[in-house]
């Protein structure tokens, strides 16, 4: 696998701004896995930051506040010749204000030496490696397994006495949604692509999406398929992974993508991101994943073991991470939230439904459940969630299977609520 870097930059305030459109970079999983690419970022003050002018019921439009400055096409340049890399594509990131800018690394410049060079130049901030990031579900397809396990083991269909995600608003950050299915059709209010041009517009390669938002948001009482843990819960599809391989519920994102569509996740003020990914440890997605905290946004992230660690961005303080209990029990003492995430039956692509497994899908139940807190009690805050996450995570039902109980969540933040358990 090539080898890539992303590097921040300190602008100098002084020099004049002017704004131009530039088109978004394509993205394939060739490209990722052959293209030796840098990422620059540096600070550039003319970045509008408007607020985003997507609103319920409506795509989103291109917008010129995207583009580029001229001050940041002046430093592209520059470093593209002191540094002897070809400029490839520029965007602004917005709600970092930063400009982003897509370099190739000719053949025989070692990267390890080039970032060395880079992080000693006064002008730059950071360096980091760009890397890549894995959805976490495969497909179980075997019919004797009960229906909608996760419904079951965590009392949701008690639970929605009470609630049913009514006002809540999800982004989804993963590949796109198959938002025509019968089963979510009228749920997904958004949607936006970050792949490019290049990134297959079919529905059948959306395939790990439509199973996360199937598990979160399928409509409820429509007479058929599946039901959602918050079936009047609203979705935003930003799409910015790709399928990798012939598995169609593996995809993968890299850190220029995911920057991206959080990034526009952020402008959009959601009340949860849903992330069922994991990947290394990442400073550009840290940084905006904690302004996202910072602004009150709950973050939920799927969590795995990688090399011994819990994968990242479920790492992060303040990030909700959740795992199945297959993998909870290989994560020793990290601060995880446990859902079910083994043969659950979900939305696919085609109007179809199969059985689903992996921590990707318990991530989009957890986001599914806070979703029905967040009905109940819009204040609450991520760090609350987690706390009441933690105390009502129980063993279910004759097997002992460990999942979050949502009855109890709701007894626990709303007086009154009394679930009449299964």
């Not at 990914?277 to 840290?286: A, E, N």
């Not at 993998?327 to 179809?352: F, N």
């Amino acid at each position: 696998m090539s080898r890539y870097i992303v590097i921040a930059v300190t602008a100098l305030a002084w020099l004049g701004l002017a704004c131009s459109s530039q088109a978004a970079p394509a993205y394939t999983s060739a490209d990722n896995a052959s293209a030796r690419i840098i990422l620059v970022t540096y600070h550039d003050s003319s970045i509008e930051r408007k607020a985003a002018i997507g609103t319920a019921g409506r795509r989103y439009a291109r917008r010129s506040s995207y583009g580029a400055t001229a001050w940041g096409r002046r430093m592209a340049d520059m470093l593209s010749r002191e540094y002897h890399i070809a400029l490839m594509a520029q965007w602004p990131i917005t709600e970092l204000g930063v400009y982003c800018v897509q370099y190739g690394v000719p053949e025989g410049v070692v990267v390890d030496d080039l970032l060395d060079r880079l992080s000693h130049d006064q002008r730059i901030e950071s360096a980091q490696p760009m890397h890549e990031f894995h959805t976490m579900a495969h497909k179980y397809n075997d019919p004797y397994y009960r229906l909608q396990n996760n419904i079951r083991l965590m009392q949701v269909d008690a639970a929605h006495q009470y609630a049913t995600g009514k006002g809540v608003r999800i982004v989804v950050i993963d590949t796109g949604i198959a938002s025509r299915h019968p089963d979510l059709y009228g749920q997904v209010i958004d949607d936006r692509d970050f792949l490019g041009a290049a990134g297959d517009q079919s529905a059948v390669h959306d395939a790990h999406g439509t199973a996360v938002a199937g598990v979160i948001s399928a409509i409820a009482d429509n007479g058929l398929g599946i039901v959602g843990i918050a079936p009047d819960a609203r979705l935003i599809a930003l799409k910015a992974c790709a399928p990798s391989g012939d598995a169609p519920l593996r995809a993968t994102c890299n850190s220029l993508m995911l920057a991206r569509a959080l990034n526009e996740a952020i402008r959009l003020k959601p009340d949860i991101i849903n992330l069922s990914l994991g990947g290394p440890p990442d400073p550009l997605l840290r940084r905006l994943i904690q302004r996202a905290l910072d602004q009150g946004i709950v973050v939920v992230a799927a969590g795995s073991v990688r090399g011994g660690e819990v994968s990242f961005p479920a790492s992060m303080e303040g990030v909700i991470g959740v795992s199945n209990e297959r993998e909870y029990y290989q994560l020793a003492d990290a601060d995880m939230v446990v859902a079910p995430g083994d043969d659950v039956l979900t939305t696919v692509p085609g109007g179809s439904y199969e059985y689903v497994s992996g921590s990707s899908i318990s991530a989009a139940s957890v986001s599914g459940l806070i979703a029905l807190m967040l009905e109940l009690n819009p204040e609450l805050a991520p760090d609350n969630i987690a706390s009441y996450m933690a105390r009502c995570t129980t063993a279910q039902q004759s097997n002992a299977f460990l999942a979050v109980d949502a009855c109890m969540l709701l007894e626990q933040i709303k007086p009154g609520v009394a679930c009449v358990l299964n």
